[in-house]
């Protein structure tokens, strides 16, 4: 997900989107998968609105599913590349701080991969889920995947030491050191990532933050904005460790590193 103004994140991924499918891979779809099979066993209507749609997979995924998909983003250079890439849905260009697409403008609304923890105060998250309220037909849905902050309760594995990675993209290897730290006073966790490159080009550092939500906190937002829960657990999931497979009912826990949530627009 790329924000890019008043101050958001904005990433060397986000403005080349190839280099970002390259170093996340997803090549069983599982997160589209995932996606259609909450849509599906919550009896989701056609028309689905997919909120930070980055490169368009998951979007398109939905798609051959028998969707009709709409994927927002607020990246161009993501939303050039899914228009060519992975076409079927419509792409426009939309913040998830705040949107407007009509009233009752779809059945289902999916927002993967933390793309929701980029609204990291009450304000930003209230605006979105009001946004999501307006844009849902009565009985819609709202299907997210996100870090869980809860992990961080306690645990340092992800904090310990800096997380190295490289991918070769067009003749050239890329590699990243990621270190995380947790914001306590703003309820955030920080991302420095310093990318370099065998080429001889100058490091590029870039920062980040997710919100840190904790489970029944999000309860909570869902529910005063008119949402009834219907599942959230940590797993099985697209990013989980088992990931999801067909078959693999929803979990009970909200103890793992990532956090699943179906929440329903309630009825008037």
Do not use: I, K
Not at 121 to 135: G, K, M, V, Y
Not at 193 to 212: I, K, N, T
Request: aromatic letters at 8%; hydrophobic letters at 35%; proline letters at 6%.
């Amino acid at each position: 997900m790329a924000l890019g103004e008043n101050g958001r994140a904005r990433t060397l991924l986000t403005d080349r989107p190839e280099l970002y499918e390259a170093r996340f891979p997803d090549t069983e779809r599982l997160a589209g998968r995932w996606a259609e099979d909450c849509l599906r066993r919550h009896g989701a209507g056609a028309r689905v609105l997919d909120m930070g749609c980055g490169t368009g997979r998951d979007a398109a995924r939905l798609h051959t599913a028998g969707r009709r998909v709409t994927g927002a983003d607020l990246s161009e250079p993501m939303l050039t590349y899914a228009r060519t890439h992975h076409p079927g849905p419509e792409y426009v260009r939309a913040d998830l701080h705040g949107f407007d697409f009509g009233a009752e403008a779809f059945d289902a609304v999916v927002c993967l991969d933390s793309a929701l923890l980029y609204c990291h105060t009450n304000e930003q998250l209230d605006r979105f889920l009001s946004s999501c309220r307006r844009a849902l037909s009565s009985g819609g849905l709202l299907v997210a995947e996100m870090r869980n902050g809860a992990y961080f309760l306690g645990r340092t594995d992800l904090l310990d030491s800096p997380a190295d990675a490289e991918v070769a993209w067009r003749g050239v290897v890329h590699r990243s050191v990621t270190t995380l730290t947790v914001d306590r006073t703003a309820q955030l966790l920080r991302r420095v990532r310093v990318w370099s490159a065998d080429d001889g080009a100058e490091p590029v550092e870039e920062r980040s933050a997710w919100r840190l939500l904790f489970p029944q906190e999000l309860r909570h937002f869902l529910t005063a904005h008119g949402f009834e829960v219907l599942e959230l657990h940590d797993g099985p999931g697209p990013r989980t460790e088992p990931p999801w497979r067909e078959g693999l009912p929803p979990g009970r826990a909200v103890d793992a590193d990532r956090l699943h949530v179906v929440a329903r627009r309630s009825r008037p």
